[in-house]
């Protein structure tokens, strides 16, 4: 079957870095997605890779190793409101979105 | 402001009424999704549409229907709601579907509980 894996929860303190790990077991991939999840809000796309490396977006970064099936989310500098859920999901052989259920990360000042 | 709207955001409803979430976008998006969010579960497929006229089921369907008439529009349907269908309900869309770069864009989402 597919399988999605990521942490339940993570704590990490207020200007710190942080990085959340996801491993996939899919049939097929056609790109990896992270998306950040405010408490009652709904999910917005933070990255997206398809190609085996590390893609920078400001204090986020998304690492990506398809032979390892295996993905990060790295956030620096972390700040309170950065305290969300942290999606990962694939896309697989049948351009289907596979998601896993999410790493809530903590942020203590 | 371009996005979805979701209604209504939040409901409670006795088992066995008929209940239909709305949906709305303005971003001429081919593609639009219904999901459910349970607690420790990922975001769940309930049924999917590539363009208005299509749909299609996802990994959750039973107890859901769907309809598509036009671009904008993506209503879920509960024909008989049972207890287990409580969930926060999120509607999605995408330029497209069938490419990898798949963005999504959700609406703030519908929390449904079935008594």
């Known amino acids: 079957g597919q399988n999605i894996d990521q942490p339940t929860e993570m704590t990490a303190t207020e200007g710190a870095i942080v990085q959340i790990n996801c491993t996939y077991q899919?049939?097929?991939?056609?790109?990896l997605f992270w998306y950040q999840q405010h408490a009652g809000e709904a999910p917005t796309f933070l990255s997206y890779?398809?190609l085996d490396g590390l893609e920078e977006k400001g204090r986020f970064s998304s690492f990506l190793s398809r032979s390892k099936g295996y993905s990060y989310l790295l956030l620096k500098e972390l700040q309170m409101k950065d305290s969300a859920s942290y999606l990962c999901?694939?896309?697989?052989?049948?351009?289907?979105?596979?998601w896993g259920a999410g790493t809530k990360l903590i942020i203590k000042p | 402001i371009a996005g979805i709207t979701q209604a209504p955001t939040s409901q409670i409803l006795a088992a066995g009424r008929r209940m239909t979430l709305r949906c709305t976008q303005d971003m001429r998006h081919n593609a639009m999704y219904w999901y459910r969010q349970d607690l420790g579960l990922g975001l769940r497929l309930i049924h999917y549409s590539n363009t208005a006229g299509t749909t299609g089921k996802g990994e959750v369907p039973d107890g859901y229907s769907v309809s598509r008439a036009n671009t904008d529009d993506f209503p879920l349907t509960l024909a008989s709601a049972v207890p287990s269908q409580t969930s926060v309900y999120f509607c999605?869309?995408?330029?497209?579907?069938?490419?990898?770069?798949?963005?999504?864009?959700f609406g703030a989402g519908s929390r449904l509980t079935v008594l």
């Open positions: 890779n398809v």
């Open positions: 899919t049939s097929g991939f056609n790109g």
């Open positions: 999901a694939v896309t697989d052989s049948n351009y289907q979105l596979i």
């Open positions: 999605a869309s995408s330029v497209g579907r069938g490419s990898g770069a798949n963005v999504l864009t």
